[in-house]
């Protein structure tokens, strides 16, 4: 018969803290596990955040505070959607997206149509039927195009109120998809890289090639009314939000991340030219002047940037990985 004496008791009470303290240790060092939790599921639980702070500052007199929320919320947002893979795990939450900013998709004038129901008598909740009438660019133009009124407010809170639930959504689904995601790896990599990729080309020439004349079809003819959020001017913090989240799963500094997966499969090379590409450019966005406008001139660096991001992941990247690419426009043709 053994006999357990108080430190014997205290020893066996020991052995589930230390082995505790060591798993979340290897936890925090698992570059898969520390992508969803610090970057896809912190970034989704951030832009709930930012969006309860819009809600609250449509009650405040200060133009200022409203269009700092506002601009919070998109850089948020610019964030969440460069890697957004949940409508991979879950059906429902593969339109999320589209309900949250209704950019580049479909032929209607959202601003002409919110402008004129915000000159009729009927309610808010009421004339906001359409779904594209309650998104990002829809808030966009109700709070900013005009001068700030009662109506205008109301509008706006049904509005606000739409994406804030679509984001806690997104968060939502993500804590219940994490163990999905952590099942397959190599899957759940594939899904963030071919993120990364789209929503690189897609900021490349929707949000700055359209806009500033680098595309073959409007070459040299700027149209800066054609950004995200022409009325907040909140499109070139969308952009941050971008280029911010490429740099979460791809910088050096910033691991354990891709570039982390990178080095266990051999992939140093092309996540070295990735990196290169990257850091120039968030140089060339930090280096854009503040009243640029969608300027041709001002925006061929940062264009450049993107396409040699692009092309080093498609060139360098993913084969070195094992990941099977999306081909998307991969020369800018």
Not at 54 to 63: A, D, H, R, V
Not at 246 to 262: R, S
Not at 289 to 304: E, W
Request: charged share 20%; with cysteine.
């Amino acid at each position: 018969m053994k006999i357990f004496t108080p430190l014997s008791a205290i020893c066996l009470l020991s052995v589930p803290l230390v082995s505790h303290a060591q798993l979340s240790n290897a936890q925090e060092k698992d570059p898969y596990a520390s992508i969803y939790d610090h970057v896809i599921q912190q970034n989704a639980d951030n832009a709930v955040q930012y969006c309860a702070d819009l809600q609250t500052s449509l009650e405040s007199k200060s133009s200022d505070v409203r269009h700092q929320a506002f601009v919070q919320l998109a850089e948020g947002w610019g964030r969440v959607q460069a890697s957004y893979i949940l409508g991979d795990y879950d059906m429902n939450a593969m339109d999320y997206p589209l309900m949250v900013d209704y950019f580049h998709s479909g032929n209607e004038n959202i601003h002409e149509s919110i402008e004129r129901l915000v000159g009729r008598d009927s309610k808010p909740s009421t004339a906001l039927y359409k779904n594209s009438y309650k998104t990002m660019g829809a808030i966009d133009s109700v709070m900013f195009s005009g001068e700030w009124s009662e109506r205008r407010k109301e509008f706006a809170e049904v509005m606000v109120a739409n994406v804030c639930k679509r984001f806690t959504q997104i968060s939502d689904g993500y804590k219940a998809n994490r163990d999905a995601f952590l099942f397959d790896v190599d899957r759940g990599l594939s899904l963030v890289v071919n993120a990364e990729i789209e929503h690189i080309y897609k900021t490349r020439d929707w949000r700055i090639a359209q806009v500033s004349g680098l595309t073959k079809a409007n070459l040299g003819e700027t149209k800066p009314e054609h950004q995200q959020y022409p009325y907040s001017e909140a499109s070139w913090a969308f952009i941050g939000g971008i280029l911010e989240t490429n740099k979460q799963l791809l910088g050096e500094d910033q691991q354990p991340n891709v570039a982390t997966i990178a080095y266990e499969k051999h992939g140093k090379e092309g996540i070295h030219a990735v990196q290169v590409a990257l850091a120039s450019s968030l140089e060339a966005y930090k280096n854009t002047p503040v009243d640029h406008n969608f300027n041709l001139n001002d925006m061929i660096p940062i264009f450049q940037g993107l396409l040699d991001v692009q092309k080093a992941f498609y060139r360098h990247l993913v084969s070195q990985i094992g990941v099977s690419a999306n081909l998307i426009d991969a020369d800018g043709d």
